[in-house]
T-cell receptor
Framework: AQSVAQPEDQVNVAEGNPLTVKCTYSVSGNPYLFWYVQYPNRGLQFLLKYITGDNLVKGSYGFEAEFNKSQTSFHLKKPSALVSDSALYFC?????????????FGSGTRLSIRP | EAEVAQSPRYKITEKSQAVAFWCDPISGHATLYWYRQILGQGPELLVQFQDESVVDDSQLPKDRFSAERLKGVDSTLKIQPAELGDSAMYLC????????????FGQGTRLTVV
């Protein structure tokens, strides 16, 4: 069965420092991977995706993610954190190519950026 | 910018009552999802539609939950009767329905059962 793991419940970073939010996945076929961000009492906002191609994908708000097939990882990164990046971040994987495939989410990582 | 519309934003209901949530996906999106998110956890898929057909409802508690998308556009999720454990955020999302595309989420409905 397909699954996503976010090993850290919380990540704390000082403003201006680089940040990394970790994600590992398990799929039987090709991985289709996504990152979302959620602010309090709001829905999830799409940040970026990996479908195929370059292992480094760029997304919204200066975020990027690195796909590593050998380590089955898709870590979210940003070179310089902002206080406004503080939110809940979810990694997700589609369990197939078709539109009928499910999108499965990790348990989330709370990112806290201190001024 | 097109958005997924959900209503109501907040709902308080007494246990054993019926409650319904509505979702209007982005125009042209064939796939519609309903997720339940317990506070501090990741979203859990309840039901997925492709046009008007259910493609996955394996995690939907069918004794009390029902979902429909009659004309393949907007959708309703119903709970009857509501239980205390149903308190959660109910999220609707939609995607184009061709290939492994991302899903776009609505603002959600925060349900509190008292």
């Amino acid at each position: 069965a397909q699954s996503v793991a976010q090993p850290e419940d919380q990540v704390n970073v000082a403003e201006g420092n680089p940040l990394t939010v970790k994600c590992t996945y398990s799929v039987s076929g090709n991985p289709y991977l996504f990152w979302y961000v959620q602010y309090p009492n709001r829905g999830l906002q799409f940040l970026l995706k990996y479908i195929t191609g370059d292992n480094l994908v760029k997304g919204s708000y200066g975020f990027e993610a690195e796909f590593n097939k050998s380590q089955t990882s898709f870590h979210l990164k940003k070179p310089s954190a902002l206080v406004s990046d503080s939110a809940l971040y979810f990694c997700a994987v589609r369990d197939g190519y078709s539109s009928a495939s499910k999108i499965i989410f990790g348990s989330g990582t709370r990112l806290s950026i201190r001024p | 910018e097109a958005e997924v519309a959900q209503s109501p934003r907040y709902k308080i209901t007494e246990k054993s009552q019926a409650v319904a949530f509505w979702c209007d996906p982005i125009s042209g999106h064939a796939t519609l999802y309903w997720y339940r998110q317990i506070l501090g956890q990741g979203p859990e898929l309840l039901v997925q539609f492709q046009d008007e057909s259910v493609v996955d409802d394996s995690q939907l508690p069918k004794d009390r939950f029902s979902a429909e998308r009659l004309k393949g556009v907007d959708s309703t999720l119903k709970i009857q009767p509501a239980e205390l454990g149903d308190s959660a955020m109910y999220l609707c999302a939609s995607s184009l329905g061709r290939g492994p595309t991302e899903a776009f989420f609505g603002q959600g409905t925060r349900l509190t059962v008292v």
